[in-house]
């Protein structure tokens, strides 16, 4: 994920209440993330898995990853690709979640103006926002610092990594 | 009729005080105050994992990020999400998860004993004041101690694992104030299924609850966890209750020491505090029922009369500890359940199982009927054993999530134990309060 703003990101849409278990069913949690990614979604949309392409955005409603804290649900979502989620609000646990693991969440009260299929820019500046080709702003929620530095740095694990190498030093 | 039961009072006390949440905070932060929205690193005292978050998910991060286990004594690692084994994948879990239990050489090991969420204060783990984090979204329970408790993900987990510390924003508080009796065959669940109904599925928005009242003081432990178990379900970082003298009673019951129940802190929310209260009846709270597939799907009983499940499920840290069974008991003593229903009991813990054996509460249970599962997750995680195609149950569980517990097409009502246990009974959904007139 880049500070730039250039790309075009295809729109995937779901409701409100997506739970962990729709992004992570539990049949599957025994199996590896390719696995589990493989399934993610496809009580609501079938087709998601199998289509969604690396840079889109997954655009929903409110209260977005209620449910477990199994990170697997963000995993998925980060296996395929998806470049943010979009959405009004989320599980707290959810969210912390995925800036662990890397994967950008925008707090966007508009979220849901955004269109299925349609393309939009994402400006990570300090009040992030998107953009759509007809140039419409949805402003977003700021992300404190250190969460961007952690999706910057691809997740927790990472910075984990920095850490421990500078305490041997 | 909901309307006449809670009267919130959107307050605006003089911001002097500090909340329990914001004391259990401060504490483990290390500061003589903090403030709500605050983002502040704190000190871990107890870090529990299970089979499927923990050592599976753990050592190969650890082992890549080059750490080790910052203290095994404040680790507790359960198992109970893949016991007893249902097929090889599950073997291979289990398998791992005993290694690297032996291998890390952890003094705290709870395998097929029960779920994690009843086994930790069971085994005398959880201390009023303490700050907790736990693998598993029902970590929240933890809160009926008066501890600072929390679930968060392997990822996260490991970062505990190997510095100690966590960050946290100081949460609001919303506080529940319970005043009055509970009718007969009304409990906990019943009040967190009203609760969840009212508020929403995320209407906590990762802030604490505190629950508080009369009502709450005068509940025994078990049910004061059914409280801050399903916290998670409306979406609450935490759902705290302070630490009385019901909590020393369980503590000394556990075996605790005397020197270390005197130890602890027993932190209370200041009336002066920045909080936000709302108000309930319990007198006034009939038996609820949440319907497919939210638990915030929350009515009366008497709107689901017409729902005849196929399958009544009495499980889970939510809804299968004593209290629950002893409750279910109450019910079915001395009759049987309704041809065509299939009743199901996997008590939550192997004590709480022997201590209801003691009591003659199994006897009953299953004189009346009920086949007896493991003392595990179950069909409440979904990762095996759950429902079949098209089946219509009525379960003490905390979450109904289309495909949770089986097959998309399976409809599952949340309710009490006690109402799970008279729906058996009945054929039908059915008001406890009638069975037991």
């Given at each position: 994920?880049?500070?730039?703003?250039?790309?075009?990101?295809?729109?995937?849409?779901?409701?409100?209440?997506?739970?962990?278990?729709?992004?992570?069913?539990?049949?599957?949690?025994?199996?590896?993330i390719?696995v589990?990614?493989?399934?993610?979604?496809?009580?609501?949309?079938?087709?998601?898995?199998?289509?969604?392409?690396?840079g889109?955005?997954?655009?929903?409603?409110?209260?977005?990853?209620?449910?477990?804290?199994?990170?697997?649900a963000?995993?998925?979502l980060?296996?395929?690709?998806?470049?943010?989620?979009?959405?009004?609000?989320?599980?707290?646990?959810?969210?912390?979640?995925?800036?662990?693991?890397?994967l950008?969440?925008?707090?966007?009260?508009?979220?849901?103006?955004?269109?299925?299929?349609?393309?939009?820019?994402?400006?990570?500046k300090?009040?992030?926002?998107?953009?759509?080709?007809?140039?419409?702003?949805?402003?977003?929620?700021?992300?404190?610092?250190?969460?961007?530095?952690?999706?910057?740095?691809?997740?927790?694990?990472?910075?984990?990594?920095?850490?421990?190498q500078?305490?041997?030093? | 009729?909901?309307?006449?039961?809670?009267?919130?009072?959107?307050?605006?006390?003089?911001?002097?005080?500090?909340?329990?949440?914001?004391?259990?905070?401060?504490?483990?932060?290390?500061?003589s105050?903090?403030?709500?929205?605050?983002?502040?690193?704190?000190?871990?005292?107890?870090?529990?994992?299970?089979?499927?978050?923990?050592?599976?998910?753990?050592?190969?991060?650890?082992?890549?990020?080059?750490?080790?286990?910052?203290?095994?004594?404040?680790?507790?690692?359960?198992?109970?999400?893949?016991?007893?084994?249902?097929?090889?994948?599950?073997?291979?879990?289990?398998?791992?998860?005993?290694?690297?239990?032996?291998?890390?050489?952890?003094?705290?090991?709870?395998?097929?004993?029960?779920i994690?969420?009843?086994?930790?204060?069971?085994?005398?783990h959880l201390?009023?004041?303490?700050?907790?984090?736990?693998g598993?979204?029902?970590?929240?329970?933890?809160?009926?101690?008066?501890?600072?408790?929390?679930?968060?993900?392997?990822?996260?987990?490991?970062?505990?694992?190997?510095?100690?510390?966590?960050?946290?924003?100081?949460?609001q508080?919303?506080r529940?104030?319970w005043?009055?009796?509970?009718?007969?065959?009304?409990?906990?669940?019943?009040?967190?299924?009203?609760?969840?109904?009212?508020?929403?599925?995320?209407?906590?928005?990762?802030?604490?609850?505190?629950?508080?009242?009369?009502?709450?003081?005068?509940?025994?432990?078990?049910?004061?966890?059914?409280?801050?178990?399903m916290?998670?379900?409306?979406?609450?970082?935490?759902?705290?209750?302070?630490?009385?003298?019901?909590?020393?009673?369980?503590?000394?019951?556990?075996?605790?020491?005397?020197?270390?129940i005197?130890q602890?802190?027993?932190?209370?929310?200041?009336?002066?505090?920045?909080?936000?209260?709302?108000?309930?009846?319990?007198?006034?709270?009939?038996?609820?029922?949440?319907?497919?597939h939210?638990?915030?799907?929350?009515?009366?009983?008497?709107?689901?009369?017409h729902?005849?499940?196929?399958?009544?499920y009495?499980?889970?840290?939510?809804?299968?500890?004593?209290?629950?069974?002893?409750?279910?008991?109450?019910?079915?003593?001395?009759?049987?359940?309704?041809?065509?229903?299939?009743?199901?009991?996997?008590?939550?813990?192997?004590?709480?199982?022997?201590?209801?054996?003691?009591?003659?509460?199994?006897?009953?249970?299953?004189?009346?009927?009920?086949?007896?599962?493991?003392?595990?997750?179950?069909?409440?995680?979904?990762?095996?054993?759950?429902?079949?195609?098209?089946?219509?149950?009525?379960?003490?569980?905390?979450?109904?999530?289309?495909?949770?517990?089986?097959?998309?097409?399976?409809?599952?009502?949340?309710?009490?134990?006690?109402?799970?246990?008279?729906?058996?009974?009945?054929?039908?959904?059915?008001?406890?309060?009638?069975?037991?007139?």
């Amino acid at each position: 994920m880049t500070q730039g703003c250039a790309e075009f990101h295809k729109v995937w849409r779901v409701g409100a209440n997506i739970d962990t278990d729709a992004l992570a069913p539990g049949a599957y949690m025994k199996h590896d993330i390719e696995v589990i990614a493989a399934h993610c979604l496809e009580v609501h949309r079938p087709d998601f898995a199998s289509a969604v392409k690396p840079g889109d955005v997954l655009v929903a409603g409110p209260n977005f990853g209620i449910g477990s804290s199994r990170e697997q649900a963000a995993g998925a979502l980060k296996q395929l690709g998806i470049a943010a989620v979009i959405a009004p609000s989320y599980s707290g646990l959810f969210f912390r979640n995925a800036f662990n693991l890397g994967l950008l969440l925008l707090t966007c009260p508009e979220a849901e103006r955004l269109q299925e299929n349609e393309r939009v820019q994402l400006d990570l500046k300090a009040q992030p926002e998107v953009k759509t080709a007809q140039g419409q702003i949805l402003t977003c929620h700021s992300v404190p610092s250190f969460l961007m530095d952690m999706v910057s740095a691809g997740g927790l694990v990472n910075v984990l990594k920095l850490r421990m190498q500078l305490l041997k030093n | 009729m909901r309307k006449q039961i809670e009267s919130p009072l959107a307050r605006s006390a003089p911001a002097s005080g500090a909340t329990l949440a914001q004391k259990l905070i401060a504490r483990a932060a290390a500061q003589s105050h903090v403030n709500v929205g605050d983002v502040l690193t704190c000190q871990v005292d107890l870090a529990m994992f299970h089979d499927s978050s923990g050592p599976r998910r753990l050592k190969p991060m650890l082992a890549d990020i080059g750490a080790q286990i910052w203290d095994r004594n404040k680790v507790v690692l359960v198992l109970d999400h893949y016991v007893p084994a249902r097929d090889a994948d599950a073997e291979k879990i289990i398998r791992i998860t005993r290694d690297v239990a032996k291998e890390w050489q952890l003094p705290h090991v709870i395998d097929s004993e029960g779920i994690c969420h009843v086994v930790l204060p069971e085994r005398g783990h959880l201390k009023p004041g303490h700050f907790c984090v736990g693998g598993d979204s029902h970590s929240p329970t933890g809160g009926a101690f008066g501890t600072y408790m929390f679930g968060i993900g392997a990822t996260e987990m490991l970062g505990v694992v190997a510095t100690g510390e966590i960050w946290v924003q100081v949460p609001q508080t919303l506080r529940m104030v319970w005043h009055g009796a509970l009718q007969k065959g009304v409990c906990a669940k019943d009040m967190m299924l009203h609760m969840i109904g009212k508020f929403g599925m995320n209407g906590g928005n990762y802030q604490a609850l505190e629950f508080a009242g009369d009502t709450v003081r005068g509940l025994g432990m078990q049910e004061r966890m059914t409280l801050s178990n399903m916290s998670a379900e409306m979406g609450a970082q935490v759902g705290l209750i302070a630490a009385d003298s019901i909590t020393r009673d369980y503590l000394k019951s556990v075996g605790v020491s005397q020197a270390d129940i005197e130890q602890c802190d027993y932190f209370e929310t200041d009336e002066t505090a920045d909080f936000q209260r709302f108000d309930f009846e319990a007198s006034q709270l009939s038996p609820q029922v949440a319907a497919p597939h939210s638990p915030e799907n929350t009515k009366a009983v008497s709107e689901f009369a017409h729902i005849k499940p196929s399958v009544a499920y009495i499980g889970a840290c939510t809804g299968a500890k004593l209290v629950d069974l002893r409750a279910a008991a109450e019910v079915l003593k001395g009759r049987k359940v309704a041809a065509g229903v299939q009743l199901m009991v996997a008590p939550a813990s192997a004590k709480d199982q022997a201590q209801a054996q003691r009591e003659g509460v199994m006897q009953i249970l299953t004189d009346a009927g009920a086949r007896v599962l493991p003392n595990a997750c179950g069909a409440c995680a979904g990762y095996g054993g759950t429902f079949e195609e098209g089946a219509t149950v009525i379960s003490s569980t905390a979450r109904n999530f289309q495909g949770r517990m089986g097959p998309a097409s399976v409809q599952v009502y949340l309710a009490s134990p006690a109402t799970v246990a008279a729906s058996a009974l009945q054929g039908h959904i059915a008001d406890v309060r009638e069975v037991l007139a």
